[in-house]
């Protein structure tokens, strides 16, 4: 559920990548829009000042030497965008200006670069006056900052294509590392092969990776040996030992204290006896070590068992209800589905209460084992490791639940708690 959750809330480092890569591009284009925009205008506008200065400069050089004040009235007559005017406002240098006129043939207003220079026709003071029509350099403008802006759009989106189409193929080394780790199981025995990758990165990256593995895989047989070596090597002193304690128990010269004393010795072998076969069971699980498999009836596993837990429960006063109207039939080993069932009754009794009930459900799909005991839920964060216990003053060894788990994964079988209605379950799904 936590790594589910932190999948929601955690983005991939592509996505993230690729965020910052368009994010960046994005600033960028709205940034150098309006600056293209205004570079391209001021730009226009100089060459529109440009070829008004040019204007007045031909109209001085070839035009002034031929005309006289006469002639002026005519010369505005035929040309539409230069005028002669007198000087009255006695400008004295060229000025650049915006001004607005209105176009008769398109009913409406439109913008106008105007210089007036003052000029002398006679030696008398006139303006020359020149105007450029803006509206097809703004139109012009307009158009070349759409079409960057297009160009722009299509260069960003590009980018984000090829980056990530880039991107995906770059990590795909990571992510084929990324799955196999996922997928690893250092009890199973499964082997890793990395790819070689041309980054260099990614195959330091999958050496550090293999050598850490190789290590704790080696760390981990070598415990698992140990574990079993030991649980073997312990079975003869400790069955040596119980032995003595029992011969011993049966002496008629013992007085009350020293009866109890010895006894409470032997309950205390008897579950390191336990313990020491419970750890032995868990290293051949996690060895592979059952690897017989056939078809196993679970009610007749319950029915051969039955017998000896309900007297168990009797000192309990605990009522054992069986449901078995539905045969199940699984593929394993036979002596795991028994200590499966073993574990599962032993557990519903010691974690019931005095006139308690256990219920046991097979259905088509597994077998539920439900019984009452505390009236709240138990804590599932640590349940099914081993040494682990609901209650730390119970006698148990805390290995239980850790076989059961051990005996469902090797099957590839599913186990969950629940608590409803005052019954704490254990559901194992084939």
């Known amino acids: 559920m936590e790594q589910a959750t932190n999948g ?41 000042d440009e070829e008004l200065l040019i204007l007045k400069k031909e109209f001085v050089t070839f035009s002034i030497p031929e005309l006289n004040q006469n002639d002026i009235v005519i010369w505005n007559k035929w040309n539409r965008d230069l005028k002669i005017e007198k000087n009255n406002a006695q400008i004295k240098k060229d000025t650049l200006f915006y001004q607005s006129y209105y176009n008769h043939l398109s009913k409406e207003n439109e913008p106008y670069r105007v210089l007036n220079a003052p000029i002398k026709i006679e030696n008398k003071p006139y ?49 084929d590392t990324l799955r196999q780790i996922e997928q690893f199981e250092i009890d199973k025995n499964s082997n890793i092969k990395f790819e070689v990758s041309h980054i260099e ?12 593995i190789k290590k704790n895989i080696l760390i981990y047989k070598s415990q698992r040996e140990f574990i079993e070596n030991a649980a073997h090597e312990l079975q003869t002193p400790i069955a ?16 009350q204290e020293q009866f109890q004393l010895i006894d409470d010795l032997n309950n205390t072998t008897s579950r390191l006896v336990k313990l020491n076969k419970n750890l032995l069971v868990l290293s051949k699980i996690e060895s592979n070590s059952y690897p017989e498999k056939q078809q196993v009836t679970i009610s007749e596993i319950i029915n051969h068992q039955i017998a000896f837990f309900s007297e ?30 073993n574990n599962l009754f032993i557990n519903t009794i010691n974690h019931n209460i005095n006139g308690g009930q256990i219920n046991v459900t097979i259905t088509s799909k597994g077998i539920l084992f439900s019984n009452t005991g505390v009236l709240l839920p138990l804590k599932t964060e640590k349940m099914f490791e081993r040494f682990s216990k609901s209650n730390p003053s119970s006698k148990g060894n805390g290995l239980g639940l850790s076989i059961i788990k051990k005996i469902v994964d090797a099957n590839n079988w599913s186990i969950e708690y629940s608590f409803k209605d005052r019954f704490h379950n254990f559901e194992v799904t084939f």
């Open 127 to 175: 303006i020359f006056s020149a105007k450029i029509n803006l509206v097809e350099k703004e139109d012009l403008i307009i158009s070349i900052a759409l079409l960057f802006a297009f160009v722009v759009i299509i260069l960003l989106i590009g980018l984000f294509i090829i980056t990530k189409k880039v991107s995906i193929k770059l990590w795909k080394p990571f992510y």
């Open 8 to 48: 929601k809330m955690n983005k991939k480092l592509l996505q993230k990548t690729l965020k910052y890569y368009l994010s960046y591009s994005i600033i960028v284009m709205l940034l150098a829009a309006p600056l293209f925009y205004f570079i391209s205008q001021f730009l226009y506008i100089d060459d529109a």
């Open 201 to 212: 990165e990614f195959n330091r990256l999958n050496h550090s990776i293999n050598k850490l």
């Open 312 to 341: 168990q429960a009797k000192f309990k006063d605990i009522e054992i209800n069986i449901d078995t109207h539905q045969e199940v039939v699984v593929t394993a080993n036979s002596f795991l589905v028994e200590i499966l069932i």
């Open 240 to 255: 040596i030992f119980k032995g003595k304690i029992e011969n011993i128990l049966q002496r008629k010269d013992l007085n």
